[in-house]
T-cell receptor, first 113, second 112 residues
Framework: DTGVSQDPRHKITKRGQNVTFRCDPI?????LYWYRQTLGQGPEFLTY????????KSRLLSDRFSAERPKGSFSTLEIQRTEQGDSAMYLC???????????FGPGTRLTVT | ELKVEQNPLFLSMQEGKNYTIYCNYS?????LYWYRQDPGKSLESLFV?????AVKQEGRLMASLDTKARLSTLHITAAVHDLSATYFC????????????FGKGTRLSVIA
């Protein structure tokens, strides 16, 4: 399967702990996006990469959040000192430079207790 | 700031009936997307509408885009239970390198 993959699929952590999520986009997709979705809401944009460059960050992305895409392939999203309000589904999407359609991964569901 | 509004937010419809979901957005864009999401799952792309007047159909779903009215519709024909899901519309800015802005979604329930 060559779709977008994310790991882990579920993460339960205690408040104050750090967590890191990984996203592997579709091969040769140079654009990668992170979104966050809370219950009953649409996904909200967090950050965007074109190749290894982080081109845009939402104001939702507080200083506790950091994202990387070191070689322009997979990406990681780290949340430091997690808070209960961080509990959400974290979605990764990718697209090529030739089309506009974004393909979403299965998501990582984070629960902060 | 780009805003996307969908209505209705909740829709319960009988099998075999027709209905339309509306998506309005606040600023100029030529690109609109419809996604489906099943409970606990990720988003599945349904339609990508790239120009004014675009119409696309897949099975019992048909989507259209009117960029002058900043309106897209998702029409459901002769609904079946398998269409029960949450449907999201999303818009991105015309410049092309911007993220998607989503509506709140329409939770559709098709009942017998």
């Amino acid at each position: 399967d060559t779709g977008v993959s994310q790991d882990p699929r579920h993460k339960i952590t205690k408040r104050g702990q750090n967590v890191t999520f990984r996203c592997d986009p579709i091969s040769e997709h140079n654009r990668l996006y992170w979104y966050r979705q809370t219950l009953g809401q649409g996904p909200e944009f967090l950050t965007y990469f074109q190749n290894e460059a982080q081109l845009e960050k939402s104001r939702l992305l507080s200083d506790r959040f950091s994202a990387e895409r070191p070689k322009g392939s997979f990406s990681t999203l780290e949340i430091q000192r997690t808070e209960q309000g961080d509990s959400a589904m974290y979605l990764c999407a990718s697209r090529s430079g030739l089309t506009y359609e974004q393909y979403f991964g299965p998501g990582t569901r984070l629960t902060v207790t | 700031e780009l805003k996307v509004e969908q209505n209705p937010l909740f829709l319960s419809m009988q099998e075999g009936k027709n209905y339309t979901i509306y998506c309005n957005y606040s600023t100029t864009s030529d690109r609109l997307y419809w996604y489906r999401q099943d409970p606990g799952k990720s988003l599945e792309s349904l339609f990508v509408l790239l120009s004014n007047g675009a119409v696309k159909q897949e099975g019992r779903l048909m989507a259209s885009l009117d960029t002058k009215a900043r309106l897209s519709t998702l029409h459901i024909t002769a609904a079946v239970h398998d269409l029960s899901a949450t449907y999201f519309c999303a818009v991105d800015m015309t410049s092309g390198n911007t993220p998607l802005v989503f509506g709140k979604g329409t939770r559709l329930s098709v009942i017998a």
